[in-house]
């Protein structure tokens, strides 16, 4: 089930109040805002998976991996994006960074949810999937023994709570899995495979008819979107919006970091990758972060394509890299 402007849980979803773990228990209880730099800033998405910190230890019995639709889940997702992107001034409310914090996991709730059911416009030609590392929490609701933890970075919207048939999860880490030729809204895009290039024997094309990226949008699309389509199509090859994908909103708290969170991200969104037929997959990482560049290399990835300093001040942000990795085997680039 998603999150809807109607439901019930997103009219109360206001009154929770985010959290953090107890330096004296492993119980999740009360909120505390973190230090922060001098402006309330979006981290790079792929900054927040290879920060160093104390190196913890936890039973791997107790995380599950998945891709998932669950609305409880997705929260958590979003819960995570807002905890590891986003940073305050020091001088700034408890409840204003409260207030802000609550603003943004309500608006990466609403964009997982309109990106997996294809509602959001500019994602029409992209299939998306939300992975998530979820840590089992106690019966009890307390963090099991062994999970080192910073408690200023935990919170309880990261915490998908108990049903009838599953225990209470703490989410750890995500990403999005997006297929389609380009991601949306991003400049740097991937150029292979083309129309042009044979499509790799063995790989699953069984999916291509299926997900937001089938192109059945009636009369949502627009004629020219229709024609490019369309021509595609009769070219008689795989069309591209199948055979490329890209990684998005990386991302894993920091109280979880240098546990493996993010090679798990990286397995499993190669497992999803994989099933939907996708052939070469990509990310973008900031050219200044080297952490999350030889993070990427170590999964297999290598830059293929890279900004001009000159171009990304034209924009506004930090150059870029992108690379990429053949999704049916090893390491390799385009």
């Not at 997982?112 to 089992?136: N, S």
């Not at 309880?156 to 297929?179: F, R, W």
């Not at 991003?186 to 291509?208: F, K, N, R, Y």
């Not at 949502?220 to 389509?229: L, V, Y």
């Amino acid at each position: 089930m998603y999150p809807t402007a109607s439901d019930d849980s997103k009219r109360d979803r206001h009154h929770r109040r985010p959290v953090h773990v107890s330096p004296g228990s492993r119980r999740v209880t009360s909120w505390l805002p973190k230090p922060c730099s001098d402006l309330v800033t979006r981290s790079s998405s792929d900054a927040s998976s290879v920060a160093p910190t104390t190196a913890p230890s936890l039973d791997p019995s107790k995380i599950a991996v998945r891709a998932t639709t669950e609305s409880a889940e997705l929260r958590g997702a979003a819960a995570a994006r807002a905890l590891a992107f986003y940073t305050y001034p020091s001088d700034r409310s408890e409840f204003s960074i409260r207030s802000h914090r609550n603003m943004r996991i309500d608006a990466e709730w609403d964009a997982i949810g309109e990106k997996i059911r294809g509602e959001d416009v500019a994602f029409r030609d992209t299939r998306v999937e939300c992975v998530v590392v979820a840590l089992t929490l106690d019966e009890d609701g307390a963090l099991p023994d062994g999970f080192a933890y910073d408690a200023n970075t935990l919170d309880a919207a990261c915490v998908v709570p108990k049903s009838e048939t599953t225990p209470a999860l703490l989410i750890l880490g995500t990403l999005d899995v997006n297929q389609g030729a380009k991601l949306p809204a991003e400049e740097l895009a991937g150029m292979h495979p083309g129309t042009d290039d044979p499509v790799p024997e063995g790989t699953d094309i069984s999916q291509d008819s299926f997900g937001t990226n089938k192109g059945n949008y009636g009369n949502g699309e627009s004629d020219f979107d229709a024609k490019i389509r369309a021509y595609e199509d009769s070219l008689g090859t795989r069309p591209v919006r199948y055979r490329r994908g890209y990684l998005s909103n990386v991302c894993v708290l920091a109280a979880a970091r240098r546990l493996g969170i993010g090679h798990l991200l990286m397995e499993e969104s190669l497992k999803v990758g994989k099933t939907w037929g996708i052939e070469t997959m990509y990310v973008h990482v900031e050219a200044e972060n080297v952490g999350a560049k030889r993070f990427y290399e170590k999964n297999g990835f290598e830059v293929c394509e890279q900004e001009t300093e000159a171009y990304a001040l034209s924009l506004s942000r930090p150059r870029r890299l992108l690379l990429s990795r053949t999704v049916g085997g090893g390491a390799g680039g385009e």
